[in-house]
Each structure stands twice: as C-alpha cells, then as structure tokens.
C-alpha cells in the first residue's frame, strides 16, 4: 500500500493499494440526466400505477408509465439532506423500469467503474464543500460539481469484490465509505 494524498474538501491522507487510482464522476461514470422527467404531484395523481417515481432521496409515488429502465444511481441534485450525510443516503440504488425527476442526478456504471461503486462509495459522504448555497439552507449540487468528484478506484474486475455485501469489502467499507 502507499499513502496517497486527496482532496475531499479537506487534504486528508488514505492509503490505498498501489493498482487503485483516483479519477472523478465525469471521467468515470455517465450521468443520464437527460432521462429526468418532472411530473407535479397533481399530475401524478392523474395516472396513477406500477413505477416508482424517484426523487433525490426517495420515491415519490407511483405512476402509469416509465421512461427509465435498467440499473442505476441516484444522487439528489438540492436539498438539505446533504447535511444530513450521517444518517440520510445521499444515494439510491434503483434497478427495473421506474422514472425520476429533476432533483436527482441518474448516474449510470461504465467500465471503470459499476453502478454499485458509485452507490456505496457516495452513500454517506460528506459533499458540503462541492455544493452551491440557493437561497437560504438550499444547497445544490450542479452537474459540474457532480462531474468533478473525486472517486478512488479499484481496479476494474474487483469493483464487485469490494462492495460492502462483500467479506473484503465488509473489511473495506468503513474506510472508505464513510471517511
């Protein structure tokens, strides 16, 4: 291992193994912002059905149609919930047929780095120093901040080693998930 210096916000040191690297969101993983689709509630009350509607942190309620499908991310965009890292997720992990709406960002896994990487390593993060104030305890985080998060990576084929579900990545996961 060897020690490696990041920023979160604040330079702290983390040791890593030697074949790990650090990258950002943006180079790393896909935001699919554009299969967001806003619906009111007064519109959702309309047609209702099957498909969860997601949120930043939680479904919303359920409508009649989806417009997304497959395994994905989500990371609220605003909201006071940021500040609740500890004992809020920051992240969903959603999979099937549901949709989403403009106040989370839809993160999808590459070759670099999967889905549930994404999902544990940002579960209970402190984000505060990468959002944006709109107006008062209103905090944002935009895209560009969301594309320029540090993320430390394993290398590929042992990203699903190391998730929390797994033994090593039981070992792991307090180190990294919740520095």
């Known amino acids: 291992m060897e020690t490696v210096l990041i920023e979160t916000g604040s330079f702290e040191a983390v040791k890593i193994p030697n074949d790990w690297r650090f990258s950002t969101v ?5 935001i699919r912002n554009n299969l967001r689709f806003p619906i009111s509630e ?23 149609h989806y417009r997304v499908e497959g395994k994905y991310a989500l990371i609220g965009e605003d909201g006071d919930h940021f500040l609740k890292f500890k004992e809020l997720q920051m992240t969903l992990l959603v999979e099937g047929k549901f949709n989403v709406n403009n106040h989370a960002h839809i993160i999808e896994g ?9 999902y544990y390593f940002f579960a209970h993060r402190d984000l505060f120093s990468h959002l944006t104030r709109q107006g008062v305890g209103r905090y944002k985080l ?33 180190r990294l998930f919740n520095s």
């Open 42 to 64: 007064e519109e959702r009350e309309k047609i209702p059905g099957d498909y969860p509607y997601y949120g930043p942190t939680k479904v919303q309620g359920y409508v009649d």
């Open 110 to 118: 590459t070759d670099q780095c999967t889905t549930e990487w994404f």
């Open 26 to 30: 943006g180079k790393s993983l896909l």
């Open 142 to 174: 935009t895209k560009d901040a969301l594309q320029r998060l540090p993320i430390q990576l394993p290398p590929s084929p042992n990203n699903e080693k190391l998730l929390p579900s797994s033994p090593l990545g039981t070992r792991l996961s307090k």
